[in-house]
């Protein structure tokens, strides 16, 4: 698989369907997705690939992005702040 830290999915099955994910690492055929609220980077969510939505991130950098990308550990206030400014550039056509 690829190395895909740093990236913003979707859910697109399971009861956490629509909501917005960090990627923060892979374990076996599954994605560790974090997103500092239900989802802490302590207790990351697993999901198959084919059950998340690639999002186009475009040309959005965030300092907590960076840091998923060279591994160094991110606090959960941090991929909230990130996600939150993520959703602030990006309607992602909801509501």
């Known amino acids: 698989m ?3 830290s740093g990236r913003i999915v979707r859910a ?3 009861r956490d369907k629509g909501e917005l994910f960090f990627v923060t690492g892979q374990e076996g055929e599954f994605l560790l997705l974090a997103n500092g609220k239900g989802r ?3 207790a990351p969510k697993r999901k198959k690939p084919r059950h ?3 999002l186009d991130q475009g040309d959005f950098r ?3 992005v960076e840091k998923l990308q060279q591994g160094i ?3 959960d206030r941090e991929l ?3 996600l939150a400014a993520f959703k602030e550039g990006n309607t992602l056509g909801e509501r």
């Open 2 to 4: 690829c190395n895909c």
């Open 40 to 42: 802490t980077m302590a």
């Open 73 to 75: 550990t991110v606090s």
């Open 80 to 82: 909230r702040r990130a």
């Open 52 to 54: 998340v939505a690639w």
């Open 12 to 14: 697109t099955a399971g």
């Open 62 to 64: 965030h300092p907590a």
